[in-house]
């Protein structure tokens, strides 16, 4: 048999092993993705962006979104298009005792819609760092952060969140040598503390915040134990937020997803769905409350 011939029956032959499957996929929704995180005394911040199928990498922001909101049914005002998929205006505060509305509106697409308020910040009484505090089960030590806070009728959902300082290497161009910043960077945490354990979100991930409620403590004063394996020098800084129900939500479904954002599509795993307080869209528009405690660990 000559070449040319062997070679078309081997084509032939491969064709007919070739198995066409019918996948039934649905089509990706046309929605806006609309995401803002709000406190008391800043201005509101909101990103939008639209989804797309993956893998298009194409520019998924939006800058031409009319983004409206509303306190008690009023109109507030607009916010401006200040940088790729960001709109925000000074003069367009949140204050505690509001009900805040969101309405976003792009050529397109439904309008996207979502509700939410402001609750009771709750201010950290103190923090201790304990050096070494325990052994895990794979005989490595730990240190410990005991973080004390009264909770309150008004505040019911928590998260929180460690900060080491790094230094920073800068090139200074004009002067020809390295400068060095201090940055606060997360730390990852884990935690065997009851109100922890009870939501069920701890992984081998390590997340750099936790999340949980005040069921186990309601009206009380509560110190939290917080674990991590990082070698802290000097300072950390403490960050105790308040949320909303939303805020809780999203948060605690956030932790949950992470792992699988940087994980291949095309391998077989059950990804946890983003939780998601937005109506005709898909995102998180929610308000929290902030107390920053700054500890020195060598005055403990």
């Not at 996929?25 to 990103?47: G, R, S, W």
């Not at 009728?153 to 020809?176: L, P, R």
């Not at 606060?184 to 915040?209: C, K, M, R």
Request: hydrophobic content about 35%; overall charge negative.
């Amino acid at each position: 048999m000559n070449r040319p011939l062997s070679m078309l029956m081997f084509f032939v032959l491969l064709s007919s092993c070739i198995k066409v499957v019918e996948l039934d996929v649905e089509d990706l929704p046309v929605q806006l993705v609309v995401n803002c995180f709000f406190t008391e005394n800043e201005p509101f911040k909101v990103n939008v962006s639209r989804l797309v199928e993956y893998p298009d990498l194409s520019n998924r922001n939006i800058d031409n979104a009319q983004v409206l909101i509303f306190e008690n049914n009023n109109l507030l005002g607009q916010l401006n298009h200040i940088s790729d998929s960001i709109y925000t205006n000074s003069s367009i505060i949140p204050k505690r005792g509001h009900i805040y509305k969101i309405e976003v509106e792009v050529p397109g697409y439904p309008t996207a819609i979502a509700t939410d308020n402001l609750p009771l910040k709750v201010p950290i009484n103190n923090c201790t760092y304990k050096l070494e505090a325990g052994i895990d089960g794979e005989g490595d030590s730990y240190d410990q952060l005991i973080i004390s806070f009264n909770d309150i009728d008004s505040a019911d959902f928590y998260s929180i969140q460690v900060f080491n300082i790094w230094e920073k290497g800068v090139y200074n161009e004009t002067m020809d040598f390295w400068e060095y910043i201090p940055v606060w960077y997360p730390i990852e945490l884990f935690s065997q503390d009851p109100a922890i354990v009870a939501e069920g979100t701890f992984n081998d991930e390590y997340p750099n915040y936790l999340v949980f409620n005040d069921a186990l403590f309601k009206n009380k004063t509560y110190n939290l134990l917080i674990n991590t394996y990082y070698d802290i020098e000097d300072h950390l800084r403490i960050i105790l937020e308040t949320g909303t129900e939303d805020y809780y939500l999203y948060r605690k479904r956030l932790i949950k997803h992470e792992p699988y954002s940087y994980q291949d599509p095309f391998k077989p795993y059950d990804p946890v769905q983003l939780y998601s307080n937005i109506e005709n869209g898909l995102g998180i528009f929610a308000g929290y409350q902030r107390d920053i405690f700054d500890l020195t660990i060598a005055e403990n």
